[in-house]
């Protein structure tokens, strides 16, 4: 049995294998949208969930994933394993907001971050539109009337972001939820 992960150590960990600036800011992103997530789903998890955000994309500059998508996710859980931290269910969180590595979602926790992912990014693209690029501009009404702008932020996969429906959080409730976990740290993330 592996020792709990805190958050001092998961950012030590992060920090040791991710070196881009934006993934880091990508990364405690999607952990704010998990921690406002968990307020509502897991009160007594809020850090495990932040901290299966802030390491969901732990691999992103070491695995191969630009030639073979499949290696996002288990690459993340052996560095897990190798920094000591043999957790199950976070390297399946991590490894679900992946779908093509074979890891489907299926629990609460795993819907919660294929969902969150996307939608940091595109709550980041919609504060881009305005003048002053802060997310402090970023209105609900706006989250919600790009979403349906296909070519906007076409990237953010939007089926992925739908999956928090499957936690019982309603798409307008995650907008408010995104937003405002965002905001949180809107500094930290130069927005």
């Not at 992960?5 to 294998?17: G, S, V």
């Not at 779908?99 to 881009?128: H, R, W």
């Amino acid at each position: 049995m592996s020792e709990v992960l805190t958050r001092d150590k998961a950012w030590e960990i992060l920090n040791k294998h991710v070196k881009g600036e934006n993934y880091i800011t990508h990364s405690m992103a999607v952990e704010a949208i998990m921690k406002g997530l968990a307020k509502r789903l897991a009160p007594d998890e809020v850090e495990y969930w932040g901290i299966c955000g802030l390491l969901h994309d732990l691999d992103e500059e070491t695995c191969p994933w630009r030639e073979d998508l499949s290696t996002h996710g288990p690459t993340s859980k052996k560095i897990l394993i190798d920094e000591g931290y043999d957790d199950e269910r976070m390297a399946n969180a991590i490894m679900a907001h992946n779908p093509t590595c074979g890891k489907n979602p299926e629990t609460t926790l795993e819907y919660a971050l294929i969902a969150a992912d996307p939608m940091s990014g595109f709550v980041k693209a919609v504060a881009q539109i305005y003048p002053d690029k802060k997310l402090a501009s970023v209105k609900h009404k706006s989250v919600a009337k790009r979403y349906n702008e296909s070519r906007f932020a076409a990237g953010a996969n939007r089926q992925f972001m739908m999956e928090i429906e499957k936690t019982g959080i309603t798409w307008d409730e995650f907008i408010d939820i995104a937003i405002e976990s965002m905001l949180e740290i809107a500094e930290e993330i130069g927005l």
